[in-house]
């Protein structure tokens, strides 16, 4: 058995936009987001470089990385912490390009590199509001409550 749960893969696999940090060369920290996050096995995630040249220099000095995965909506999601590796050629960089290429066919020619993070550690984030007693009911209620009032005043000022 692998580091990721069965409940880490699916958070994965249902919020497609996570956030990557890594250390820049100053030791200042770099926050990237990432719509090309997935499972690639129990022990390892995997993201596309398609327009990361900060994430990838980055992580050639330092092969540190962290991933954030949250569900904006139920406040919960997971934090990775692990080593990445950059594939730029190779059987196996070829075979995630492949897999890009099924997931969402308009990725597979704008992929410049593929990162595979090997993660060391895996924890959940929960947001302070449960903290409160609140459900996770009342936290969808709060957000998708939210998220409508900003999209209909955005659709009807326009």
Not at 18 to 28: M, Q
Not at 37 to 43: K, R, Y
């Amino acid at each position: 058995m692998g580091i990721l749960s069965e409940d880490m893969k699916r958070m994965i696999r249902e919020q497609w936009l996570s956030y990557v940090a890594t250390v820049c060369p100053d030791g200042t920290p770099n926050l990237s987001p990432k719509g090309t996050t997935a499972v690639w096995d129990d022990d390892h995630l995997v993201f596309a470089d398609k327009r990361s040249p900060g994430t990838t220099a980055n992580l050639r000095l330092n092969p540190s990385v962290e991933i954030n995965v949250v569900d904006a909506i139920v406040r919960k999601g997971y934090r990775f912490k692990g080593t990445a590796t950059i594939l730029e050629s190779g059987s196996l960089f070829d075979e995630l390009l492949t897999f890009y290429e099924h997931r969402n066919p308009s990725n597979h020619n704008r992929i410049q590199a593929v990162v595979l993070v090997k993660v060391v550690r895996a924890l959940p984030l929960v947001s302070p509001e449960y903290d409160t007693g609140m459900t996770e009911e009342e936290v969808r209620s709060k957000w998708q409550k939210y998220y409508r009032a900003i999209y209909f005043r955005e659709q009807s000022d326009s």
